[in-house]
């Protein structure tokens, strides 16, 4: 079983909160809400969408390309490395 499907309700969860996120900048356009307002919800919509991406790319990471090169410990160290380095950069 895959990564995204063992973990299916918890993405579709987040997809959902960006689904949401993505609604309110709608609404707000609409609505005619000041310029920093927009921003704001811009961006929050950013960070949900980094978040599920860390998300499904650390277990793409762990499930998929560490099993299939055969990594020693040290290569294992290096993808738990990877990961903390692609979560930093997608906060």
């Known amino acids: 079983m895959g990564h995204t499907v063992?973990?299916?309700a918890k993405l579709l969860g987040r997809?959902?909160?960006v689904k949401g996120q993505v609604e309110a900048?709608?609404?707000a356009l609409e609505g005619e809400a000041d310029c920093g307002d927009v921003l704001r919800l811009i961006a929050a919509c950013r960070g949900g969408?980094?978040?599920l991406m860390a998300e499904v790319l650390e277990g793409?990471?762990?499930e998929h390309v560490a099993p299939a090169r055969g990594l020693s410990t040290d290569g294992a160290n290096v993808v738990e490395e990877l990961i903390d380095i692609v979560r930093a950069y997608l906060k």
Do not use: C, Q
């Open 15 to 17: 997809v959902r909160r």
């Open 25 to 27: 900048v709608e609404r």
């Open 49 to 51: 969408m980094n978040a």
């Open 6 to 8: 063992r973990d299916k």
């Open 60 to 62: 793409h990471l762990r």
